[in-house]
């Protein structure tokens, strides 16, 4: 089977199981992504962090 580039992204709710106190809640949202292909250089996981983060409006500078 030939290779395809994929992209896969998740936004979620996450539970853990801890006591519950001031600082601490048991549910969180977590970010993942996978991006496979050929070639890929830390610049372009720089470039998909800041592209993500910008349409968050969230200022890297």
């Not at 809640?25 to 250089?41: C, M, R, S, W």
């Amino acid at each position: 089977k030939e290779f395809t580039p994929v992209k896969y992204f998740s936004i979620d709710r996450v539970f853990r199981s801890e006591t519950l106190d001031a600082t601490h809640l048991a549910e969180f949202h977590q970010i993942e992504g996978v991006v496979a292909d050929y070639n890929l250089t830390l610049g372009d996981l720089m470039g998909v962090l800041y592209a993500f983060f910008s349409k968050m409006v969230i200022n890297l500078h």
